[in-house]
């Protein structure tokens, strides 16, 4: 149960784009199409905003978008916001009903 | 709405219960989960109980010391931890399971999370 790998930080300038990797192995990212994504703004509650590798629950801005190839999961976060200011984590099944997130990754906008 | 407690400082080799109460949905239709994130770190999966209470599935971290349960008639959750050591100093926060009646891991609401500080 090793974390996935996710940069730590990213920044963007309002209105760009910017693309958040999820790298895992065959067991977790690579073998499920169960890869999650949450925003998390320090001292609140996390927020779904992907599942199932590309999907967009309920509410959540089209602006985001999630994708994968093999074993690397990837949000792109599009027309950047001040809003976007906030902490983005992965999680994936790993089987045997566990999961496992990534270290998360400080998104900054310019 | 989900909200932890009985979070505090406890020293190492001793034990705790956290504790969330959960309203606004049908908490006995639903898996739940504890996600743990120690300061300046990821979160981490703590382990699940099945919306009936009859399965449980826990992160290696924690096996065998920590204990999920759950009391349907009172939408609570729990999580009793046995012989705590200081890298199990975190937040912990409680997290619904999407899935009807099923584990999904997508955690569609959290609690604000309850610090636990495991020192002597």
């Known amino acids: ?110 | 709405q989900l909200v932890e407690s009985g979070g505090g400082v406890v020293q190492p080799g001793r034990s705790l219960r956290v504790s969330c109460a959960a309203s606004g949905f049908i908490f006995s239709n639903y898996a739940v989960h504890w996600v743990r994130q120690a300061p300046g770190k990821g979160p981490e999966w703590v382990a699940i109980i099945s919306y009936d209470g009859r399965h449980e599935s826990y992160a290696d971290s924690v096996r065998g010391r920590f204990t999920i349960s759950r009391d349907n008639a009172n939408n609570t959750l729990y999580l009793h931890m046995n012989s705590l050591r200081p890298d199990d100093t975190a937040v912990y926060y409680c997290a619904k399971d999407a899935g009807f009646e099923a584990a999904t891991g997508e955690f569609d609401y959290w609690g604000q999370g309850t610090l636990v500080t495991v020192s002597s």
């Open chain 1, 1 to 110: 149960q090793s974390a996935l790998t996710q940069p730590a930080s990213m920044s963007g300038s309002p209105g760009q784009s910017i693309t958040i990797s999820c790298t895992g192995t065959r067991s977790d990212v690579g073998g499920w199409h169960l890869v999650s994504w949450y925003e998390h703004h320090p001292g609140k509650a996390p927020k779904l905003i992907i599942c199932k590798d590309t999907q967009r629950p309920s509410g959540v801005s089209d602006r985001f978008s999630g994708s994968k190839s093999g074993n690397t999961a990837s949000l792109t976060i599009s027309g950047l916001q001040a809003e976007d200011e906030a902490d983005y984590y992965c999680c994936s099944y790993a089987g045997g009903s566990t999961w496992v997130f990534g270290g998360g990754t400080k998104v900054t906008v310019l």
